[in-house]
Antibody, heavy 123, light 108 residues
Framework: QVQLVQSGAEVKKPGASVKVSCKAS????????IHWVRQAPGQGLEWMGW????????KYAQDFQGRVTMTRDTSITTAYMEVSSLTPDDTAVYYC????????????????WGQGTVVTVSS | SYELTQPPSVSVSPGQTAKITCSGD??????AYWYQQRPGRAPVLVIY???QRPSGIPERFSGSSSGTKVTLTISGVQAEDEADYYC???????????FGGGTKLTVL
């Protein structure tokens, strides 16, 4: 079945970077954008941005511009999300998600989610 | 920036009807979506385009829209429905996605 499988938990020190992967399977990887959403402990969902796996084009939420980089490797149907200059406030579960439709529709629903990757930032 | 507002918590007894609201100025023009999130799990889409139910979602979940408010209704609530629920829509001012703050549904 269609699924997104993310990389494992990470522990990082403040100031470091973290790169999370999201491997897609059972659908044409380049047909659907991949989005990233994070959730701090006990908090709500926060949209971070998207990457178009077909073109490599990206859009980042304002709060993450300059600190987040989204990339992809189409040969292994994997998307990546890197956060730099980590602070304890970046401690969260990071999810990748696929929208319902294979077209660029702002605000479209996410019907496929990865299992989440826990990133802990602590000295 | 654009915000979607949800009540922090809703409580209901088993078998009763739960209504969770989400308010936003652009909701008359933009679809809303609803997700269920159980502890330690990824969100699951339960309603799309205001009132459509994905395959596999029980019929007791329904959605409606009226003006600047959308409502998720769970009829005949079961213990397994206890979870956090999030609404989501579009912020067309900068082509971004926005989530409500979430509502914790407690089944008494």
């Amino acid at each position: 079945q269609v699924q997104l499988v993310q990389s494992g938990a990470e522990v990082k020190k403040p100031g470091a970077s973290v790169k999370v992967s999201c491997k897609a399977s059972e659908y044409t990887f380049t047909d659907y954008f991949i989005h990233w959403v994070r959730q701090a402990p006990g908090q709500g969902l926060e949209w971070m941005g998207w990457i178009n796996p077909n073109t490599g084009g990206t859009k980042y939420a304002q709060d993450f511009q300059g600190r987040v980089t989204m990339t992809r490797d189409t040969s292994i149907t994997t998307a990546y999300m890197e956060v730099s200059s980590l602070t304890p406030d970046d401690t969260a579960v990071y999810y990748c998600a696929r929208p319902q439709r294979d077209e660029a529709v702002t605000g479209d629903a996410f019907d496929i989610w990865g299992q989440g990757t826990v990133v802990t930032v602590s000295s | 920036s654009y915000e979607l507002t949800q009540p922090p918590s809703v409580s209901v007894s088993p078998g009763q009807t739960a209504k969770i609201t989400c308010s936003g100025d652009a909701l008359p023009k933009q679809y809303a979506y609803w997700y269920q999130q159980r502890p330690g799990r990824a969100p699951v889409l339960v309603i799309y385009q205001d009132s459509q139910r994905p395959s596999g979602i029980p019929e007791r979940f329904s959605g409606s829209s009226s003006g600047t408010k959308v409502t998720l209704t769970i009829s005949g609530v079961q213990a397994e429905d206890e979870a956090d629920y999030y609404c989501q829509s579009a912020d067309t001012s900068d082509s971004s996605w926005v989530f409500g703050g979430g509502t914790k549904l407690t089944v008494l």
